[in-house]
Structure formats: C-alpha cells, structure tokens
C-alpha cells in the first residue's frame, strides 16, 4: 500500500525559512513523479514544484528561486526546502505520486495528509 507523510511545517516569521519532508512508504520513490501541492482556506489547490523519476525538476514563477524540492533516494524521501517565505505561502502543504513512471503532469494518486504551514510575524 502506497503512503505518503509530510512532516516539517510549522509557524515561520516572514523572510524565514523551512523545510517539509515526503517519507514515502510501500512503493521505491525514485520512480515515481512526487508533486508539492498547497492549499490555502477559501483557494484552490496548486502545484508549487514537483520532481520526475529522472530528477528533472518543475516549479511555477510565483515559488522559482525560493523553493527546492530534492529527493534522498536511500530514505525514500522528498524534501522541500523553502526560503524567503512569504504570508502568502500560507497554506496546507500536501506531497503526491504519480507513477510509476509518469511525468509531473501526473495523474497524482496518492496523497499525504498534509502539513500547515504558517508564515506570520
């Protein structure tokens, strides 16, 4: 049985940073695309970056250059280390595959329960 967990949210300052972790479990990660998605309360859910089975990786403007999603094959694991957070990044983090071997356009099938994250001063 396919699992995804996130873990690393939190309340973060404006500027700051954090880093949110997919520990993946019941499939090998490394072929599958793993997505990161956000929702924020009354919005719909968006794509904030995603990594395919051969490393390639995607990000929308609004999140280029201030996150980094990276994956550690030996845990299983996607990280997304974000950087100059903003109170608009507020929002329910959420992890998801798609695969095994589909591209980051997907269909993601598998989701995690989320992490909230909370960029506030």
């Known amino acids: 049985q396919l699992q995804l967990v996130e873990s690393g949210g939190g309340l973060v300052q404006p500027g700051g940073s954090l880093r949110l972790s997919c520990a993946a479990s019941g499939f090998t990660l490394d072929e599958y695309a793993i997505g990161w998605f956000r929702q924020a309360p009354g919005k719909e859910r968006k794509g904030v970056s995603c990594?395919?089975?051969?490393?390639?990786?995607y990000y929308p403007d609004s999140v280029k250059g201030r996150f980094t999603i990276s994956r550690d094959n030996s845990k299983n694991t996607v990280y997304l280390q974000m950087n100059s957070l903003k109170p608009e990044d507020t929002a329910v983090y959420y992890c998801?595959?798609?695969?095994?071997?589909?591209?980051?356009?997907?269909?993601?099938?598998?989701w995690g329960q989320g992490t909230q994250v909370t960029v506030s001063s």
């Open positions: 990594i395919n089975n051969d490393g390639r990786t």
């Open positions: 998801a595959a798609a695969g095994p071997y589909l591209p980051c356009g997907g269909p993601f099938d598998s």
